[in-house]
């Protein structure tokens, strides 16, 4: 007696070689997922401390634009808060000027910073000091 041999095709990808090769993908997508949403938090982190060192810049150049000379006065009145900014990601930015006190002799110098922070929960995004000639009472 002979022993039959059953005629098969061998050729083209078998169920099982699917199966294992969509496993393998699978597995190197989960070991790529940290990595993506890490790099999304880091993206998402960047945008918001630009967007806050932006609005510092901005308050700053609005005490350049008072132009000169200065009066203490007229610097003292921009301390404050300054109006909240909600950017395109719904992020919420309260730019605060504060200003320091009058010099006792002219022509002197005020200190002025600028801090943005997040107005959800009051963390401090960004901050910001100049001092500001001032030659008049």
Same mark, same amino acid.
């Given at each position: 007696?002979?022993?039959?041999r %059953? #005629?098969? #095709?061998?050729?083209?990808?078998?169920?099982?070689?699917?199966? *294992?090769?969509?496993? %393998? %993908?699978?597995?190197?997508?989960i070991?790529a997922?940290?990595?993506?949403i890490?790099?999304?938090?880091t993206s998402?982190?960047?945008a /918001?401390?630009s967007t806050a060192?932006?609005? =510092?810049?901005?308050?700053?150049?609005? =005490?350049?634009?008072? +132009?000169?000379?200065?009066?203490c006065g007229?610097v003292?009145?921009?301390?404050?808060?300054?109006? =909240?900014?909600? #950017?395109?990601?719904g992020?919420? &930015?309260?730019? /605060? =000027?504060?200003?320091g006190?009058c010099? +006792?002799? &002219?022509p002197?110098t005020?200190? *002025?910073?600028?801090r943005?922070t997040d107005?959800?929960?009051? #963390?401090? %995004?960004?901050?910001?000091a100049t001092?500001v000639?001032?030659?008049?009472?």
């Amino acid at each position: 007696m002979g022993i039959t041999r %059953l #005629d098969r #095709d061998e050729s083209g990808i078998g169920l099982i070689e699917i199966v *294992v090769s969509i496993f %393998l %993908l699978g597995l190197l997508a989960i070991s790529a997922l940290p990595l993506i949403i890490n790099g999304m938090t880091t993206s998402q982190r960047t945008a /918001t401390l630009s967007t806050a060192s932006q609005l =510092v810049s901005s308050e700053l150049e609005r =005490v350049r634009a008072l +132009g000169a000379p200065l009066a203490c006065g007229t610097v003292t009145a921009l301390a404050g808060s300054a109006p =909240v900014v909600t #950017d395109t990601r719904g992020v919420q &930015y309260q730019p /605060t =000027v504060s200003v320091g006190a009058c010099p +006792g002799s &002219y022509p002197g110098t005020i200190a *002025v910073s600028v801090r943005v922070t997040d107005a959800s929960n009051g #963390d401090e %995004l960004a901050r910001a000091a100049t001092s500001v000639l001032v030659e008049q009472p």
